[in-house]
Structure formats: C-alpha cells, structure tokens
C-alpha cells in the first residue's frame, strides 16, 4: 500500500514535443506529490508539486494533473529541450501533524530530448 | 545552489568497516530526512530526524543509525557495511512539516 508506480522506464522525445510522465499510488493517506528532476552526480532537485484539493497545476513548462478518484497523476513537460534530459521521480507523502513526511519515490523515467 | 551540503561525496569502505555520512542543512531546517539510493531506483528512505530526535524509519535495520545536532547538521552511520549498502546516500531537509525537502547531492558510497 506504499508503493508509488511510474511510468513509462524511458522516454525519448524531439525538442520542441511533449514529454507525459505517469504516476499511480495505492495509499489514499496520501496528501502530497512532488516531481523531482535529477542529473546525473546530482541529488534529486523539487520541480512541482501538487496537494489532492486541486486537479492540476502549472508552473512554466511543467504542468501536474492529478487524478484523485484513479489515484494517478502525472507530469507533463511542454516544449521540451535538449536541457530537459534527466532522470524524473514522482513521489508522495502524508504530510502534517504525527506524520513523517517520508517521502515514497517512483522508479524514475530517464528522459531524453533529442535536438 | 542547494542549501544542503554532504561530505564527503565520494567514499570507498571494506566490508565490516563502520562509515559516518555528514550533512549540513540550511539554517532553520530542523527536519531532516536520509535516503539510499542505488543505481537506477528511486531514492529509499533510511528515517527522519526531528529536532534532533528520531522521527520516524523505514526499512532499514538497526545499524543504520543517525543524530541531528543543534546547529542543523546531521551524520548517518552505518555499521558492519555489507556488499548491498553501496549506493548513492543522499541528504534532504526541511523547515518544518507541510513544506518541501531540499536534497544534498549526495555521497557515493562503494563497499568492496
């Protein structure tokens, strides 16, 4: 009931396309979801994320929908560039008071943007 | 920038050895959180530290340990390492539940 599926594993996309990265949770405690982008050599960096009270959210080229009734949600990437290629977690937590925050990542997509 | 150091970023141990993994968070982050993550996974959280007590544990067992002290860095120990535990040890903090974590870098850990 933690486990957090991603997909799809890879994802090879032309600049300028849309890259759609998938996301499916079991725990319905769940009340927070981020996307982490990481370089190689680097530690995860927080792209986005999104609480269930909203079904989508956008900041520049990176939108979340959120799918409380699937339990899904997703990442898109609008206009993607050649920048852009990185491995992608989502995770999810449950937040607020007695809780952790421990955050249960995906199983990463490795993106590639070809110019 | 990120406002979470580790040191060091690289380390190679023997088998049996005892490590000691150090983090430094920014000013104001009393929450702190250690993940392992080997090579093409998702980072696995090790547990949490929350002024400067322990918060919470995933699967991990007992010779994995950690502190928090006052000035807002934190070490992750770990005893008689094991083949298994090489991986990629990464740092993440926070000020305060309800707000998200900055990650460290991480340090490359290589057990032989």
């Known amino acids: 009931q933690q486990q957090v599926k991603q997909s799809p594993q890879s994802l090879i996309v032309q600049k300028g396309g849309i890259s759609i990265i998938n996301c499916a949770y079991e725990?319905?405690?769940?009340?927070?979801f981020p996307w982490y982008q990481q370089f190689p050599g680097k530690g995860p960096a927080l792209l986005i994320a999104?609480?269930?009270?909203?079904s989508e959210k956008k900041e520049g080229r990176f939108t979340i929908s959120f799918n409380k009734s699937a339990k899904q949600f997703s990442l898109h990437i609008m206009d993607s560039q050649p920048g852009d290629s990185a491995t992608y977690f989502c995770?999810?937590?449950?937040?607020?008071?007695?809780?952790?925050?421990?955050?249960?990542f995906g199983q990463g997509t490795t993106l590639q943007v070809k110019p | 920038e990120t406002g979470v150091t580790q040191s060091p970023t690289h380390l190679i141990k023997t088998r049996g050895q005892q490590v000691t993994l150090r983090c430094s968070s920014q000013?104001?982050?009393?929450?702190v959180s250690w993940y392992q993550q080997a090579l093409g996974q998702g980072p696995q959280f090790i547990f949490q530290?929350?002024?400067?007590?322990?918060?919470g544990r995933g699967n991990f067992p007992p010779r994995f340990s950690g502190l928090q002290f006052p000035n807002y860095s934190s070490e992750l120990n770990v005893n008689a390492l094991e083949l298994d535990d090489s991986a990629l040890y990464l740092c993440?903090?926070?000020?305060?539940?309800?707000?998200?974590?900055?990650f460290g870098s991480g340090t490359r850990l290589t057990i032989v």
């Open positions: 993440a903090s926070s000020p305060g539940q309800n707000y998200g974590y900055t």
């Open positions: 725990n319905t405690a769940f009340d927070y």
């Open positions: 999104i609480r269930p009270d909203v």
């Open positions: 995770a999810a937590s449950r937040e607020g008071s007695g809780n952790t925050g421990k955050l249960i």
């Open positions: 000013s104001g982050h009393n929450t």
């Open positions: 530290y929350y002024r400067e007590e322990e918060n």
